[in-house]
């Protein structure tokens, strides 16, 4: 049995499931999210937790048990309170500011670098050098995150570069270190 796909996902007040065939939709205080689940696992709604269970024990339902519930409860999660990735940005000069829809990085190129969020994603400018990345939906988060980090990665002689907040960058010493 799959450890991670036998537990069961509560479900908070506020928080309204519908299934519909395999097409489970969850909506809560913060947005609605849907997702398609596989045909081999069936999930029972029930008055307060979602269940997720498997026909057969073979190697590739296993997998699907666990990423089949693993999904329904980041939908849960992300309903209710959110995802939240933060990113740092080190260098002289390098800058990050947003306006509207649109964040405008200034990473050392002779150009700035221009990025139009995605719908569903919203960015915080806490300082010039700190962002915050935000939204419902956690691949989404993640995937606007790491488009953002992709733009000026860290170095590793002076750290320069996007990032994360809880990243930490091995150094190197340079030719005089030898």
């Given at each position: 049995?799959?450890?991670?796909?036998?537990?069961?996902?509560?479900?908070?007040a506020?928080?309204?499931?519908?299934?519909?065939?395999?097409k489970?939709?969850?909506q809560?205080?913060?947005?609605?999210?849907?997702?398609n689940l596989?045909?081999?696992?069936?999930?029972?709604?029930?008055?307060?937790?979602?269940v997720?269970?498997?026909?057969?024990?073979?190697k590739?339902?296993?997998a699907?048990h666990?990423l089949?519930?693993?999904?329904?409860?980041?939908?849960?999660?992300?309903?209710?309170?959110?995802?939240k990735?933060?990113l740092?940005?080190?260098?002289?000069?390098?800058?990050?500011?947003?306006?509207?829809?649109?964040?405008?990085l200034s990473?050392?190129?002779?150009?700035?670098?221009?990025y139009?969020?995605?719908?569903?994603?919203?960015?915080?400018?806490?300082k010039?050098?700190?962002?915050?990345?935000s939204?419902?939906?956690?691949?989404l988060?993640?995937?606007?995150?790491?488009?953002?980090?992709?733009?000026?990665?860290?170095?590793?002689?002076?750290?320069?570069?996007i990032k994360?907040?809880?990243?930490r960058?091995?150094?190197k010493a340079?030719?005089?270190?030898?």
């Amino acid at each position: 049995m799959s450890r991670i796909g036998k537990l069961p996902v509560a479900i908070p007040a506020g928080v309204k499931v519908s299934l519909d065939g395999n097409k489970m939709t969850i909506q809560g205080p913060k947005g609605s999210l849907s997702q398609n689940l596989h045909e081999r696992m069936t999930v029972a709604v029930e008055t307060e937790q979602i269940v997720v269970n498997r026909s057969t024990d073979t190697k590739a339902d296993t997998a699907l048990h666990g990423l089949t519930r693993a999904l329904i409860n980041n939908m849960v999660v992300g309903v209710t309170t959110g995802f939240k990735k933060d990113l740092e940005i080190n260098g002289v000069g390098y800058r990050a500011e947003i306006s509207g829809k649109v964040l405008t990085l200034s990473l050392g190129y002779s150009h700035p670098v221009v990025y139009e969020l995605p719908e569903g994603i919203s960015v915080e400018v806490e300082k010039q050098t700190k962002l915050s990345v935000s939204g419902i939906d956690k691949q989404l988060v993640g995937s606007a995150a790491a488009k953002i980090r992709s733009f000026r990665k860290p170095e590793p002689y002076k750290g320069k570069g996007i990032k994360y907040a809880d990243e930490r960058i091995v150094r190197k010493a340079g030719k005089a270190g030898k």
